[in-house]
């Protein structure tokens, strides 16, 4: 039986975060170097990750700045490649009890990121707003700082300790997704199926020209659709949905 | 161009996208197809950003490979997300020792 307090959640959610902390803090020193050539100083590379908390649209804006480029080609820019964000709120939102207060819903909305919908929706039954403040106090510090280092030093992290520290964010990823895919075999059939069409559209003429961000949208919609319609979830006594 | 008026506007635009759903979606969605996509959403979209990205991450593809079978049997065995996330890191570390 866990402890449902507000603070055994965010204990839970500090411990889930370190992980993404020190991800984000690989990723976020790479970025750093972006931002200087940006001409960005330590300080206002810190502030854009504080406050944006996403890596491919910081990486859009570094690069934008560095051109010169007018403001509404930044905001274009930010929102296209945050797209993918709004699809995960919506998700989020279904996970949130639907007497969460306005305040929660604002502060859990400020750092929706890959990684932290990732272990919140991994949460059994609802979520608990704390979880996720309690992976926020690590993973923003873990991303901003991490930035604030990579402008003051102004390289990047040696090749071997990146490339190892990278691949823990899609660690994190598995750990969300496979449990669920053995017990479910509608999950096991979408995820692998997610697998083969990601990897078949890098190089499909039609995908392969978008980014990243925009690919996993459209990769996203139409597979959850697909999967919604041939496979509708059941809801259960506990209110859980079941496919 | 100001800097601080980048930052400014980046923000605003981030936090918008992520709070108008949590904000305007406030009860449970009833329709069942609507339910069921958002249901699906995040496998697909996590499937989608690990494979083939995690292969492509790591100095050697190998290695990625080695990084992602480890994290899926870890994860098959109802190992926690700091542990698989650590062993596939040092699945990578390890092993680009020998393949790098």
């Known amino acids: 039986m866990m402890i449902d ?4 959640w965010f204990r839970r959610g500090l411990r889930d975060g370190i992980p993404i902390a020190l991800g984000y803090f690989a990723v976020a020193f790479t970025l750093g170097f972006a931002a200087k050539n940006a001409g960005f100083s ?17 990486y859009a804006v570094f690069s934008l700045a560095a051109a010169g480029a007018g403001y509404w080609e930044v905001a274009v820019m930010t929102l296209v490649t945050n797209a993918r964000y ?3 709120s919506c998700s989020l939102s279904q996970k949130l009890s639907p007497d969460t207060s306005l305040v929660h819903r604002m502060l859990v909305a400020f750092d929706v990121t890959d990684e932290i919908f990732g272990i919140s929706i991994a949460v ?10 309690g992976a926020m106090s690590v993973a923003i510090p873990g991303w901003g ?27 994190m990823f598995l750990a969300v997704i496979v449990p669920p895919a053995r017990e479910n075999r509608v999950i096991l059939g979408t995820v692998l199926l997610s697998f083969a069409v990601s990897f078949v559209s890098e190089h499909w003429a039609l995908l392969s020209g978008v980014s990243s961000g925009t690919r996993t949208i459209i990769l996203t919609v139409a597979l959850a659709l697909g999967a919604a319609v041939l496979f509708p979830i059941k809801d259960d006594e506990e209110g859980a949905a079941q496919p | 161009m100001n800097i601080w008026l980048y930052i400014l506007i980046s ?15 406030r009860r449970e969605i009833k329709n069942k197809t609507l339910r069921s996509f958002l249901y699906y959403v995040p496998y697909v979209t996590l499937s989608v950003m690990t494979f083939p990205a995690i292969v492509e991450a790591t100095q050697s593809p190998l290695a990625g490979l080695l990084a992602l079978a480890a994290g899926i049997v870890l994860a098959w065995r109802g190992k926690n997300l700091f542990q698989v996330a650590v ?13 790098v």
């Open chain 1, 86 to 88: 709004l699809l995960m």
């Open chain 1, 145 to 171: 700082i991490g930035t604030f280092l990579g402008v003051a030093v102004g390289s990047v992290l040696p090749l071997r300790l990146a490339s190892a520290l990278s691949v823990g964010l899609y660690g």
């Open chain 1, 5 to 8: 307090t507000n603070t055994a």
């Open chain 1, 124 to 133: 059994p039954g609802r979520l608990n707003p704390f979880y996720s403040y």
């Open chain 1, 42 to 58: 330590a300080f206002q590379a810190m502030i854009e990750s504080f406050t944006n908390n996403a890596s491919a649209g910081e």
């Open chain 2, 87 to 99: 062993a596939c890191c040092l699945t990578v570390f390890i092993s680009e020792w020998f393949l």
């Open chain 2, 11 to 25: 923000a605003g635009v981030s936090y918008l996208i992520r709070v108008t759903p949590l904000v305007l979606i």
